[in-house]
């Protein structure tokens, strides 16, 4: 039988972790400085953030990426109270559908007394304006 011996330092199995670095309060000011000034910095701009703040650029574009979410969910947040105070939901607009009345109660009399379809086209003025037109020619 073979067998090797491995030295022990081989088989470690622990690892050095990098750690995440926190963003300072000075840090954090300068970068809401500049959030405040624009939201949706370019790369040259994110380096130049990053060079001032002492962090790497793409550290820059998490913070600025992650901020604006921060900012959206607190919108989200507001127009779902402001919503709930006045009983709706903010999807209730989307599922609402629009119903028109029956066009019998938008046919006046003097409309009705025009021997021409109610969905008459013309192609100057179209429907509402020839109605229109009509009905003026009609009462004259």
């Known amino acids: ?3 090797q011996t491995v030295p022990s330092k081989v088989l470690s199995l622990s690892t050095t972790a990098k750690r995440r670095m926190r963003t300072s309060r000075e840090e954090i000011i300068i970068l809401e400085g500049h959030y405040r000034k624009n939201p949706n910095p370019n790369q040259e701009e994110k380096k130049e953030i990053a060079k001032e703040v ?12 992650n901020r604006r979410a921060k900012d959206n969910k607190k919108r989200r947040l507001i127009e779902q109270r402001l919503h709930q105070n006045q009983g709706t939901s903010p999807m209730d607009n989307t599922k609402k559908s629009f119903h028109l009345p029956p066009i019998s109660t938008l046919i006046t009399p003097s409309i009705q007394d025009l021997n021409i379809p109610f ?17 003026n020619a009609k009462q004259k």
């Open 1 to 3: 039988m073979d067998t």
């Open 54 to 65: 002492q962090m790497g650029a793409r550290n820059v574009h998490f913070w600025f990426q």
């Open 119 to 135: 969905y008459f086209h013309h192609r100057t003025f179209g429907i509402e304006a020839t109605m229109l037109q009509w009905t």
